[in-house]
């Protein structure tokens, strides 16, 4: 079983930050890119930022500049700090990890896991 954690979501006014985190955990072989997403109320699930295994990045133009993404591999945890928040920034934000399991002694298909999501509210 493969879980992804996350945390550090809550409320906070315009120009605040925040940090979030997603902890990896379970039977894991390796984990290859991580990414954030996050899905306003009425609006599709959109790309924020992606992380490869050696620290590659790419963000979506709306958080460059104010978003940071960032990977520990030793402790299969990846970090989304956001800096400047607005009104906009407000939604349900999701960890998505490409993880390949343990399975037995060996190891098994690569596939998408996500966190359970966590909110992040930017409010007056």
């Known amino acids: 079983q493969v879980q992804l954690v996350e945390s550090g979501g809550g409320l906070v006014q315009p120009g605040g930050s925040l940090r979030l985190s997603c902890a990896a955990s379970?039977?894991?072989?390796?984990?290859?890119?991580m990414a954030w997403y996050r899905q306003a109320p009425g609006k599709q699930r959109e790309l924020v930022a992606v992380?490869?295994?050696?620290?590659?990045?790419n963000y979506a133009d709306s958080v460059k500049g104010r978003f940071t993404i960032s990977r520990d591999n030793a402790e299969n945890t990846v970090y989304l700090q956001m800096n400047s928040l607005k009104p906009e920034d407000t939604a349900v934000y999701y960890c998505?990890?490409?993880?390949?399991?343990?399975?037995?002694?060996?190891?098994?298909?690569?596939?998408?896991?996500w966190g359970q999501g966590t909110q992040v509210t930017v409010s007056s």
């Open positions: 992380i490869t295994r050696g620290g590659s990045t």
């Open positions: 998505d990890a490409a993880i390949t399991p343990t399975v037995g002694p060996g190891v098994g298909p690569k596939y998408d896991y």
């Open positions: 379970g039977s894991i072989f390796s984990i290859n890119a």
